[in-house]
């Protein structure tokens, strides 16, 4: 797999419309979650920190366009999605962001919770960001889920649900202020599935939507500390996902990815389902454009497998599905309370594979869960060995603090990192793309290589297919030749001249990609320049009539 540069586009949509939330609409439960600023307290940093901390600006008046924002992502679809909703915002206020951290007034740091490693980086950026001066926002699902953890202290925080509130914490910090929105969303007594879909965006991939559908899950996974965070499932209703999707492609998307903590589960609380969403999203799916289901777990699609299998088969979504089965032992699966056993994760993945032409499995494994035994392990790797899936993300087990996995016997590191090289080993040993030199695909181009060096395409399928850098290729579904073959992707030859390429994009604007990795195109640099100027005439009356009257 092709691992593509981290914030490398951007595109900031049409800011100023009918269908923006209003002030009213947007502080509706204003009255239940209020902003409460106080001066920052000390803020627990290591000594070394301490010593060297640099003083950081306080603004006592903050002028939307005078200040820099630094966004920073860790995790999942998900959490992308979140940082991308927010720097929409923050731009559509007046904000300017920026890819240079030296340069910034202010870092937003958006957390990942699912291991050690991640939170580790996280709470390293914190530490850098005070040591440069910064003004630091938290976001994600570290502060959520752990908001009194040593190294939050003092900062400002802005729940996973609360993300529609940033332009405020922002404003408050840089004033100098500790502001800490944690609060869940509620409409009626019922809890909602996030902020509005309908909030401005600042796209990493101008030609890619992502789209939660819902947050939270309904498992109890004995070492997810996600759940801590997320919640229990709340799902968007499919109306406001549909319209999302509509918007999104005529902005110039002509690809949409299905996020939630667990996509399968979509629904279950509001008398919908998986199927029943995705089959209004397929019709609104221009020609060309394609769909891409996210992450399900095994127990939620079992009774849907016919439905799921006649979507995956559907021309314009992706023949592709990630089912994290974890382990290949049901005692294992058992002690992770992950409410299947092998049996149920082997149906679905042969139910799809016998329906649905050359269907792509992703799947993920912990290794060295708490108790797992050799016999334990053996029966993962007969698993995996079995299916030889093409994408195999192998992971060590992490007790995570406030998980049940946390306080159970650990089995050595060494055995741990043993496993871990074998199925690593395994997973090496095969090659799924061999042989395919001289095959004949219709592909779209999206994305650019990590190296900059290739176009990536993806077919039916969704393998990845390295083109060459031609003019004008991004965005197109073209015809290609496969003439050589890694282990994780493709490289192939376009069979077609530019003439013959078909332009997916709804929108007659041409993709650029530039230094800042924020896509804007002219008219929308506009109309956003006219909305940054008739915000600074409405605060200059505001603050006229405040001392006049």
């Given at each position: 797999?092709?691992?593509?540069?981290?914030?490398?586009i951007d595109d900031i949509e049409d800011l100023?419309?009918?269908?923006?939330?209003?002030?009213?609409?947007?502080?509706?439960?204003?009255?239940?979650?209020?902003?409460?600023?106080?001066?920052?307290?000390?803020?627990?940093?290591?000594?070394?920190?301490?010593?060297?901390?640099?003083?950081?600006?306080?603004?006592?008046?903050?002028?939307?366009?005078?200040?820099?924002?630094?966004?920073?992502?860790?995790?999942?679809?998900?959490?992308?999605?979140?940082?991308?909703?927010?720097?929409?915002?923050?731009?559509?206020?007046?904000?300017?962001?920026?890819?240079?951290?030296?340069?910034?007034?202010?870092?937003?740091?958006?957390?990942?919770?699912?291991?050690?490693?991640?939170?580790?980086?996280?709470?390293?950026?914190?530490?850098?960001?005070?040591?440069?001066?910064?003004?630091?926002?938290?976001?994600?699902?570290?502060?959520?889920?752990?908001?009194?953890?040593?190294?939050?202290?003092?900062?400002?925080?802005?729940?996973?649900?609360?993300i529609d509130r940033v332009v405020e914490v922002?404003?408050?910090?840089?004033?100098?202020?500790?502001?800490?929105?944690?609060?869940?969303?509620?409409?009626?007594?019922?809890?909602?599935?996030?902020?509005?879909?309908?909030?401005?965006?600042?796209?990493?991939?101008?030609?890619?939507?992502?789209?939660?559908?819902?947050?939270?899950?309904?498992?109890?996974?004995?070492?997810?500390?996600?759940?801590?965070?997320?919640?229990?499932?709340?799902?968007?209703?499919?109306?406001?996902?549909?319209?999302?999707?509509?918007?999104?492609?005529?902005?110039?998307?002509?690809?949409?990815?299905?996020?939630?903590?667990?996509?399968?589960?979509?629904?279950?609380?509001?008398?919908?389902?998986?199927?029943?969403?995705?089959?209004?999203?397929?019709?609104?799916?221009?020609?060309?454009?394609?769909?891409?289901?996210?992450?399900?777990?095994?127990?939620?699609?079992?009774?849907?497998?016919?439905?799921?299998?006649?979507?995956?088969?559907?021309?314009?979504?992706?023949?592709?599905?990630?089912?994290?089965?974890?382990?290949?032992?049901?005692?294992?699966?058992?002690?992770?309370?992950?409410?299947?056993?092998?049996?149920?994760?082997?149906?679905?993945?042969?139910?799809?594979?016998?329906?649905?032409?050359?269907?792509?499995?992703?799947?993920?494994?912990?290794?060295?869960?708490?108790?797992?035994?050799?016999?334990?392990?053996?029966?993962?790797?007969?698993?995996?060995?079995?299916?030889?899936?093409?994408?195999?993300?192998?992971?060590?087990?992490?007790?995570?603090?406030?998980?049940?996995?946390?306080?159970?016997?650990?089995?050595?590191?060494?055995?741990?990192?043993?496993?871990?090289?074998?199925?690593?080993?395994?997973?090496?040993?095969?090659?799924?793309?061999?042989?395919?030199?001289?095959?004949?695909?219709?592909?779209?181009?999206?994305?650019?290589?990590?190296?900059?060096?290739?176009?990536?395409?993806?077919?039916?399928?969704?393998?990845?297919?390295?083109?060459?850098?031609?003019?004008?290729?991004?965005?197109?579904?073209?015809?290609?030749?496969?003439?050589?073959?890694?282990?994780?992707?493709?490289?192939?030859?376009?069979?077609?001249?530019?003439?013959?390429?078909?332009?997916?994009?709804?929108?007659?604007?041409?993709?650029?990609?530039?230094?800042?990795?924020?896509?804007?195109?002219?008219?929308?640099?506009?109309?956003?320049?006219?909305?940054?100027?008739?915000?600074?005439?409405?605060?200059?009356?505001?603050?006229?009539?405040?001392?006049?009257?």
């Open positions: 797999m092709v691992d593509l540069e981290e914030n490398n100023i419309s009918a269908e923006d939330i209003k002030p009213i609409e947007r502080y509706q439960n204003k009255k239940n979650v209020t902003v409460r600023a106080k001066k920052r307290s000390a803020i627990k940093l290591s000594a070394e920190v301490d010593d060297d901390l640099s003083p950081k600006i306080i603004h006592q008046s903050i002028i939307p366009g005078t200040q820099k924002v630094y966004v920073r992502t860790w995790g999942c679809a998900h959490n992308n999605s979140d940082s991308e909703y927010m720097s929409g915002q923050l731009a559509a206020y007046g904000y300017k962001l920026t890819d240079t951290k030296d340069e910034a007034d202010l870092w937003l740091l958006n957390s990942c919770t699912v291991k050690n490693p991640s939170e580790d980086t996280f709470r390293n950026e914190i530490e850098r960001g005070m040591r440069n001066g910064k003004h630091v926002v938290v976001a994600g699902c570290v502060p959520q889920g752990a908001p009194k953890a040593d190294y939050l202290r003092g900062l400002s925080v802005i729940g996973v649900q609360q922002v404003e408050e910090t840089l004033k100098g202020h500790s502001v800490r929105l944690l609060q869940n969303k509620k409409q009626q007594g019922k809890r909602l599935g996030g902020a509005n879909l309908s909030l401005p965006k600042v796209r990493k991939n101008p030609l890619i939507e992502i789209i939660p559908i819902n947050t939270g899950c309904l498992n109890q996974c004995t070492y997810c500390k996600t759940k801590h965070a997320r919640g229990d499932l709340a799902s968007y209703p499919p109306d406001e996902i549909v319209a999302r999707a509509k918007q999104s492609f005529n902005e110039g998307c002509c690809e949409i990815w299905l996020t939630s903590e667990d996509t399968g589960a979509y629904g279950r609380d509001i008398g919908s389902s998986l199927p029943e969403l995705l089959w209004q999203l397929v019709d609104v799916i221009p020609e060309n454009c394609m769909l891409r289901v996210g992450m399900t777990n095994p127990p939620y699609i079992l009774e849907h497998l016919e439905e799921i299998a006649k979507i995956l088969k559907h021309p314009r979504v992706y023949s592709f599905l990630h089912v994290p089965v974890q382990s290949g032992s049901d005692a294992v699966l058992g002690d992770m309370k992950r409410e299947y056993c092998r049996k149920d994760f082997e149906q679905v993945v042969d139910f799809l594979h016998d329906k649905v032409p050359k269907l792509t499995i992703a799947t993920d494994i912990i290794c060295g869960f708490p108790g797992e035994t050799e016999k334990d392990f053996e029966e993962t790797v007969e698993l995996c060995e079995k299916y030889r899936f093409p994408s195999l993300f192998i992971n060590q087990f992490y007790p995570r603090p406030g998980t049940p996995a946390a306080k159970m016997p650990r089995i050595p590191a060494n055995l741990v990192k043993k496993r871990t090289k074998r199925l690593t080993e395994l997973f090496n040993s095969y090659h799924p793309y061999k042989g395919r030199e001289g095959e004949i695909y219709n592909v779209l181009v999206t994305e650019i290589s990590h190296d900059k060096q290739h176009y990536v395409g993806h077919n039916k399928s969704y393998e990845q297919i390295l083109l060459p850098m031609r003019r004008n290729l991004l965005g197109t579904s073209v015809r290609v030749r496969i003439t050589s073959t890694t282990k994780f992707s493709m490289n192939a030859e376009l069979l077609d001249e530019e003439a013959d390429w078909t332009r997916c994009s709804q929108s007659s604007q041409t993709i650029k990609w530039n230094k800042t990795s924020f896509y804007i195109n002219e008219p929308l640099k506009q109309k956003c320049l006219g909305s940054v100027l008739l915000m600074g005439v409405i605060a200059f009356i505001f603050q006229w009539l405040w001392r006049h009257l």
